[in-house]
């Protein structure tokens, strides 16, 4: 990206906060907590996912069959089949179907598969009138806007909003208020517009290969009036839509509405084998007539799909429900919504999958970087997706069609990566941090003061895109490794463990490494801190999947022999503790893979572990009812194992109260990028101010990850720190002048 | 909220009372009555002009000036439809409205309030039962369904608002044998 290219994309997006930021944050984090409280009273929520999941995968897998399956039964049943091989064709198709019955006026209801088509578009051109019926999609017809959330479109605007844009648009007699003033008006303009519609177009959420039954989703009534209303009804889906029977809808109704707007149940769930038995109603002439003269036309659209289906690390978007929870739990999604964090059609985490498959990569890279790999999306997905996978992977294609290189020559000796050039020059510094902080410490402090320097800031601002405003980690000249060299060994341990250094303890947050060394001998355990390359998690943030895959490799090279001599392997660092859990499996062969997760421990993990077999609470510090505010690590969240940490400390006598936030916004480098400087803060002040209220701006500030506690040192006015460092007796004492 | 049961909780056997808890969770209003019982509960909840679906054996008749004689113009200005159901699902208080050539989408849909008019035996635990249950149906006939749970609702006005396309009340009348 060029310079003036970053100035652009950052005041776009601040543009976008300031007009719909508001309205964007409170509806989805309200659907993200109804979400929570939802899928809680289920019964058993994971086995429910695990059920879905194994339904789309086993259809996906079978697909062509379940849509020759599909054809034959809705063809049985009087209706009739199109597969669309792309949006014109599917266009064409549709047209043909409303020129053939004389159509003047087609109603709609909300699909995602038609705005993909540009169907209106294709409508409009031929002088029919296509009227949308869903309210929000409604409201973005008459102001024609574009979607900004996959479930609730019109999520950016608010009621005065919509109040203006109706007063200026068609004058009504009454004064449009409340939001239920807003909504009898619209309900009583389309239903004048239902009843004289010729045609009746609706997506599917499901579609049966046994039976040829479709599964809408609706709140409204809309979709049910479309189809009542209409003799002809047009349905358009993706073909990854079929699920082989009826029974394969069960799970997915339970967690559709849950998922997205937190809705135990949406108010309708339309279960359609059309031609539906209905009688067709003629409003004009104040008839009904047989169901016999209801047409049916299903729109099977492959457009890009196919090709997905046989692509390894695209295929699982094919299971994407469009329930919106990616959106929702996303922290980045929160503040910007889908203007900015989305492509011609779809937005959130899913939509570089979908705008990839469908679209093609460049539309993917224009709002990719906004996927930071938090990964909290990843259990909000009622199908398990891993969408931050799919969102690197599409990262690392994109990288590879990159620019033109033509800085590359700064950052050459910084770069030892395996990486095509022509890889953005942002991408590649951040990418290949490691080399910086070996280089930082080896000339500390004087790289410190350089780094620091007005000129140089601005330079870096210029030609790498790392925002002046935020602070730049300062590099410890004694690395972590070379302090615990000198250490005398523990006699007699009760186990032996390495310390992975993860590249920022090592060298910048040197003194969470010496207190997590302390902590872990005071509970007998001998600690050996190896000589390791860095994890990866820095290339493969950057999509530099090549890179990271080679420092995996040697990571494992250098802990597996460690492993087998019987030595479990610690991390502090919550990002690479979830990489070795999570990413390592995609990046080592299985064995190694399972070696080294099966034996690596998050350090909270690794101490409650220690206590729990034995070991003498008391060498760790008495909190004495000390009063902390933690915030735990989005990936740590994600794998579950927070709870440690609040435990160990709760043990301990400390008072914890916890953040509620999906994420600290920061995210590695996302913070530190010109362009995405705002969305980081303003995730980051949500966090913040859980610690700022009355019950908690007297608490010691505590969090596990790095980029974390960057996030709060730049934010708040009193220190953070990692939380081993309130356990040893010899740490810096964490009481004092708050 | 109407609530008129005369029975004790515990007579009416846990599936049934998991049911009309649902019910109430998403505001929809019932009536526990005989078949007997059925008009006059209707008529309490039917606001006028009133069209509805006939109903089948079992489920009682509906009073008078419920009019299954409708059209579409009396559809579009009828106040209340009353509809039979074919069964409800416990855990999400939804009822399972059959498409029927005499018309029990549109009558169900178009008014402002709904009636539902279902039998008590006819309540399933959850949602996999009455997909298996609609299942065999689906296939063999090509059948249609829809579960209805609560009145139609929006939040895309800037807050949420019950009664959007469809009911915006909806009163189911639960019939014991």
Redesign the interface.
Known sequence: MTPDARTAKAEHIRRVMDAEGVAVSD?TQGFNEGRYESVADLEDYEALKDEARAIKEDAIERLPDLLDRLRETVED?GGTVYLADDAADANEYVRQVVADVEGERVVKSKSMTTEELDLNEALAADGVDVVE????EW?LQVADEAPSHIV???IH????G?AALFEDQFDPEESLE???D???F??RT??ERI?DADVGVTGANFV?A????MALVT????A??TV??TDTHVAVAGVEKVVP???D???F??LIGRSG?GQ???????????P????T???AA???G??SDREFHLVLVDNGRMAMREDDDLRETLYCIRCSACSNSCANFQQVGGHVFGGETYSGGIATGWEAGVEGRDTAGEFNDLCTGCSRCVNACPVGIDIPWINTVVRDRINRGGDDGRFDSLVEGLTPDEEPTGIDIQKRLFGNFATLARLGSATAPLSNWLADAAPTRALMEHVLGVDRRRALPAFERETLQDWAADRAPVVNPEREVVLFPDVYTNHVRTDRGKAAVRALEALGVAVHVPDVRASGRAPLSQGMITTAREHAEQVADTLLPQVEAGRDVVVIEPSDHALFQREYERLLDTDRYDALAGNSYELFEYIYGCLENGADPEALVDGDGHRVAYHSHCQQRTLGIDRYTEAVLTDRGFDVTTSDVECCGMAGSFGYKREYYDVSVAVGEELADQFRTAETDDRTVVASGTSCLEQLDDLLSRPSRHPVELLVPDAPDVRGSE | MTRTDTDSPGERGPLLDRFLDRLDDFDVSHTLVTPAGVPDAVDAVASDPAVGIGLPDGLGTLPERVSTDWSPATLRTAATGVTPASFGIADYGSLVLPTTTDGVEPVSLFAEAHVAVLAADDVVPGMADALTRLGDQFRADAESAILATGPSATADMGALVKGAHGPKTVHAVVVRS
């Open positions: 509806n049943e019926t869903d309210l929000g409201v609730a479109p019109a605007k608010s009621r005065e919509i409340t939001a239920a807003l909504t009898a619209a309900r389309l239903a009843v049966t046994d039976s040829g039954t709140s409204e009534g809309n049910r009036k009542t209303a029977t009826v029974e809808l069960a799970p109704i339970e707007t135990d149940i949406t108010s309708y769930i339309s279960l359609l084998t059309p539906v038995e209905s009688p109603l003629d409003f104040d008839e009904t047989p169901a």
